[in-house]
């Protein structure tokens, strides 16, 4: 789990970082680059926070 945390924070940084695009195209990247890099955060410290606690 701490794996697909931390390749899902990567993917949502690689998202939020890209240029280019119409204004909705980067209105659409940023929202999906921040839903990506929550849930690899969350994932991240779920998966700590198991590990801690066995």
């Known amino acids: 789990m701490l794996g697909f945390g931390l390749a899902a ?3 949502g940084l690689v998202v939020l970082t890209r240029r280019g695009g ?3 195209a980067v209105y659409a990247r940023r ?15 779920f998966s700590i926070g198991l590990a801690r606690a066995g």
């Open 31 to 45: 929202i999906g680059g921040m839903m990506i890099t929550a849930a690899g955060f969350a994932l991240t410290v």
């Open 22 to 24: 119409s204004e909705q």
């Open 9 to 11: 924070l990567t993917a």
